[in-house]
């Protein structure tokens, strides 16, 4: 019953270095979702994706990248590391069928810190 | 352009109190609005979604209402327990593009003493 699954859990990054966040499911969902949550906020968008092959950018996208190549995987690369990309990020998931959007389905986040 | 609202940031209370959340928003034009729990150092778990056709859901000690003509959503939790300390998010998704993407509200941090 693993849901969604984020790896690593927690990571400090040097200004400048590159890494990528891993995201998987197990649910079958078409739509997945990258979020950041810094402290007292809520969670904005940076990127998401409504079925393999497709993405797109969401409210906060610069300094990041994603792929989709399979429904189970949706991973998110920083490039250049930036003080600004020190945050928690979380991967969502959704199924929706035609008529209907069900709710979304979070993993446990990533915890970075760029130093 | 979408902006969630929650007030209080925190809040409070002594074991055993009803209380209210509330969430606000400023577009109508919403598909459904979801409330999640975030428990520290944890990622969000859904608690209730509802529809925009619909007035109000219930799952066990919490009910959860929405009036989407004034933008207001309500998270009402019954008998409160120490265990349902964490922080309450709220989101709503909007319509018109099918991409299911949330706006989130910036959460209340509640607080139940034994």
């Known amino acids: 019953n693993a849901g969604v699954t984020q790896t690593p859990k927690f990571r400090i990054l040097k200004i400048g270095q590159s890494m990528t966040l891993q995201c998987t499911q197990d649910?079958?969902?078409?739509?997945m979702y990258w979020y950041r949550q810094d402290p007292g906020m809520g969670l904005k968008l940076i990127y998401y994706?409504?079925?393999?092959?497709?993405?797109d950018k969401g409210e906060v996208p610069n300094g990041y990248n994603v792929s989709r190549s399979t429904t189970e995987d949706f991973p998110l690369r920083l490039e250049l590391a930036a003080p600004s990309q020190t945050s928690v990020y979380f991967c969502?998931?959704?199924?929706?069928?035609?008529?209907?959007?069900?709710?979304?389905?979070f993993g446990d986040g990533t915890r970075l810190s760029i130093l | 352009k979408q902006e969630v609202t929650q007030i209080p940031a925190a809040l409070s209370v002594p074991e055993g109190e009803n209380l209210v959340l509330n969430c606000s928003f400023t577009d109508s034009a919403i598909y459904n609005l979801q409330w999640f729990r975030q428990d520290p150092g944890k990622g969000l778990t859904s608690l209730l979604l509802i529809q925009s056709s619909q007035r109000e859901q219930t799952s066990g000690r919490l009910n959860a209402s929405l009036d989407k003509s004034s933008g207001r959503s309500t998270l009402y939790i019954a008998a409160s327990q120490p265990g349902d300390s964490a922080t309450y998010l709220c989101?709503?998704?909007?319509?018109?593009?099918?991409?299911?993407?949330?706006?989130f509200g910036q959460g209340t941090t509640l607080q139940v003493k034994p």
């Open positions: 649910m079958n969902h078409n739509y």
């Open positions: 989101a709503v998704r909007q319509t018109g593009v099918n991409t299911g993407k949330l706006i």
């Open positions: 969502a998931s959704s199924y929706s069928p035609m008529t209907a959007l069900g709710p979304q389905h």
């Open positions: 994706s409504v079925g393999a092959g497709i993405t």
